[in-house]
C-alpha cells in the first residue's frame, strides 16, 4: 500500500512501534534502535521519508535511533520495491519484568487502550477485502471522509510507551498484551496462568468504523475478527480491581483512550475457548 500511495514515513513509525510497544509490555524502557533498509535501487525520497518516520517514532516512544545499515541489491528487488527491518533493545529492573505471573488471577480487570486503526497486522486480509469491494487504494475511503483508502490504511501505529512507563514504575500493572497478529484470542492468553481465561464485553467500547467496513464489506466472522484484527483496542492491561479507576485516569489525562473491556474467570477448559467475546452484536 506504501508503494502504491508513495507514502512511506508512516512505514517507519510502524517498524518503531512493532518493536517499542513488544518491548513495554515486559515492563523494559526502550533505550534504543537500529533499522535496516534493503533495496534494488535506492530511491532517495522514499529512503528520506522511511527515515523520518523511523525518527518520530523514535521520538514518540523516547529511545535513541543510534544507527543503520542500507543495502542496494539489483536483481533481489523490482524496481521500487524495498524491505525493512529493526532491532531495538530495552531495559528494565529484574523485580519489575512483566507480566507477574504469581499476581494474576480471576477477578482482575482488563483495560483497554484504543488503537489508531489497524496498525501493522492482517493486511493480506485487507487487501482482499478492498479488491472484493471493487476499489482501490486510490478510491474515495468509504469509512473517513476526505481520505483515499491507502492513506486511510496507512494510519500509523499507535505508539503506547510513554503513558504506560509511569504505572509500570508504579507497581500498578500486572501484565499488558499487545494486540497485533491474532487479535485478542493469541495475544491475551500469552500474559496469563493457565488458570484463568479471558471475558472481553464488546460493547464497552466502539468498534472503530474500518473494522466495522472490513466485517461488512469481506462478510467476516466476528471471531475471525477477534483472532485476525486489533478491532479497535490496540494494549490490555491486567490490572487489579483496587487500581483500575486510577490506571484509567492517568490514562485518559495522558491522552490515550482507556476503557474497562473485561475481566479473567477461572479457567480449566479447552485452550481454545480461552478467550470469550461477549456482546458482539455491537460491532
Known amino acids: 500500500i506504501a508503494h502504491e500511495m508513495k507514502i512511506h514515513d508512516t512505514v517507519g513509525i510502524d517498524l518503531v512501534a512493532m518493536q517499542v510497544n513488544d518491548i513495554v509490555v515486559q515492563g523494559a524502557e526502550t533505550l534504543f ?37 542500507t543495502a542496494e541489491m539489483p536483481g533481489l528487488y523490482a524496481a521500487g520495491d524495498y524491505d525493512v527491518a529493526g532491532f531495538a533493545v530495552g531495559a528494565v529492573e529484574r523485580t519489575q519484568i512483566l507480566p507477574r505471573m504469581a499476581d494474576i488471577g480471576a477477578g482482575d480487570v482488563l483495560v483497554g487502550l484504543a488503537s489508531s486503526g489497524v496498525h501493522s497486522n492482517g493486511f493480506s486480509l485487507v487487501r482482499k477485502v478492498v479488491a472484493r469491494a471493487g476499489l482501490d487504494f486510490h478510491s474515495p475511503c468509504p469509512w473517513l471522509d476526505g481520505a483515499s483508502v491507502g492513506e486511510a490504511l496507512l494510519t500509523p501505529t499507535r505508539i503506547y510507551v510513554k503513558p504506560l512507563l509511569p504505572l509500570i514504575r508504579k507497581q500498578v500493572v500486572k501484565g499488558m498484551a499487545h494486540i497485533t497478529g491474532g487479535g485478542f484470542t493469541d495475544n491475551i492468553p500469552r500474559v496469563l496462568p493457565s488458570d484463568v481465561a479471558v471475558d472481553i464485553d464488546a460493547s464497552a467500547w466502539d468498534l472503530p468504523a474500518v473494522f466495522k467496513w472490513l466485517r461488512l464489506a469481506g462478510g467476516i466472522a466476528v471471531d475471525e475478527m477477534a483472532r485476525t484484527f486489533n478491532c ?52
Open 232 to 283: 479497535g483496542i490496540g494494549m490490555v492491561l491486567v490490572v487489579a480491581p483496587e487500581h483500575v479507576s486510577d490506571v484509567v485516569g492517568a490514562l485518559n489525562a495522558s491522552g490515550e483512550t482507556a476503557a474497562v473491556i473485561g475481566s479473567l474467570v477461572p479457567f480449566s477448559g479447552r485452550e481454545e475457548d480461552r478467550v470469550v467475546v461477549r456482546n458482539t452484536g455491537a460491532w
Open 33 to 69: 534502535l537500529l533499522d535496516y533498509y534493503a533495496c534494488g535501487h535506492l530511491d532517495v525520497e522514499a529512503t528520506r521519508d522511511f527515515v523520518k518516520g523511523v525518527a518520530d517514532g523514535c521520538l514518540q516512544s523516547g529511545c535513541a535511533l543510534i544507527g543503520g545499515e
